[in-house]
C-alpha cells in the first residue's frame, strides 16, 4: 500500500486560513469515510484532530476542519496560530484491512 | 482518565529482539483495540499492526510481519509488540494507540525509542 500524498509544507501568517491536501486513492481515501488528522509537535506523541473525514473530538479546537473530496481528503485551519505550528499527517483505512499514512505536512507560522 | 503508558528506552544489537509494553488505564481495556505506530528519525508515521484487545485478533504490515508479534493482556490491561531479527533501520520511536481498523487512534502512548546499534 502506498503512502497517501500530502505537500511537504504549507506556511500562513497569524489569522490566516490554509489547507492540508491528503490524497490517496479509490482503496482507501476515497473508499472509507475513515479518513483520520494528526498533529504531532516536536518530540511529542500525535494528536489527533479530525476523524471519520471531519469528526472534531472533544478538546480539539473549532478552527480546525476536515473535508473529503473524490480521493482528496483536506485540513483546513483557519485562524492560523503560533500553536498550530506543527507536522500533520493524514491516514486512512484501506480495502486490505490495514491503515496507511501520509507522509506529513510541515505548518509553518509566518 | 485514560493513559497508554509505555516501557522505557531500549538498545540493541542487530539480530536481537525487543518487547516493548503498552499499560493502558481509564477505559475499559477489552473495549478497544491496540495500533502500533513507529516513527524513524527524522521521518513520518508508519502503520506496523493492530490487535483486538478481547480476542487478540492482529493484522500486521507486510514490512514487518515475518518478524512481528503483538499480544494482550487482559488481566494487566497491557498489550506487547515484539519485533525480531532486528535490523538497524528498525531504529525508531514505537508508538501505541487506543484503536485499531476504521476506529479513531484517539490516545496515544509516549513513544519508546528502539536504537539498533552494533
Known amino acids: 500500500q502506498s503512502a497517501l500524498t500530502q505537500p511537504a509544507s504549507v506556511s500562513g501568517s497569524p489569522g490566516q486560513s490554509i489547507t492540508i491536501s491528503c490524497t490517496g486513492t479509490?482503496?482507501?481515501?476515497?473508499?472509507?469515510?475513515?479518513v483520520s488528522w494528526y498533529q504531532q509537535h516536536p518530540g511529542k506523541a500525535p494528536k489527533l484532530m479530525i476523524s471519520?473525514?471531519?469528526n472534531r473530538p472533544s478538546g480539539v479546537s473549532n478552527r480546525f476542519s476536515g473535508s473529503k473530496s473524490g480521493n482528496t481528503a483536506s485540513l483546513t485551519i483557519s485562524g492560523l496560530q503560533a500553536e498550530d505550528e506543527a507536522d500533520y499527517f493524514c491516514?486512512?483505512?484501506?480495502?486490505?484491512?490495514?491503515?496507511?499514512f501520509g507522509g506529513g505536512t510541515k505548518v509553518t507560522v509566518l | 482518565q485514560v493513559q497508554l503508558v509505555q516501557s522505557g528506552p531500549e538498545v540493541k544489537k542487530p539480530g536481537a529482539s525487543v518487547k516493548v509494553s503498552c499499560k493502558a488505564s481509564?477505559?475499559?481495556?477489552?473495549?478497544?483495540?491496540i495500533t502500533w505506530v513507529r516513527q524513524a528519525p527524522g521521518q513520518g508515521l508508519e502503520w506496523m499492526g493492530w490487535i483486538s484487545a478481547d480476542y487478540g485478533n492482529t493484522n500486521y504490515a507486510q514490512r514487518v510481519q515475518d518478524r512481528i508479534t503483538m499480544t494482550t493482556e487482559k488481566s494487566t490491561s497491557t498489550a506487547y509488540m515484539e519485533l525480531r531479527r532486528l535490523r538497524s533501520d528498525d531504529t525508531a520511536v514505537y508508538y501505541c494507540?487506543?484503536?485499531?481498523?476504521?476506529?479513531?487512534?484517539?490516545?496515544w502512548g509516549q513513544g519508546t525509542l528502539v536504537t539498533v546499534s552494533s
Open positions: 471519520d473525514v471531519s
Open positions: 494507540a487506543r484503536g485499531a481498523w476504521w476506529d479513531p487512534r484517539d490516545y
Open positions: 491516514t486512512s483505512f484501506t480495502s486490505t484491512n490495514t491503515l496507511v
Open positions: 481509564g477505559y475499559a481495556f477489552t473495549n478497544y483495540g
Open positions: 479509490s482503496s482507501d481515501v476515497g473508499g472509507y469515510n475513515y
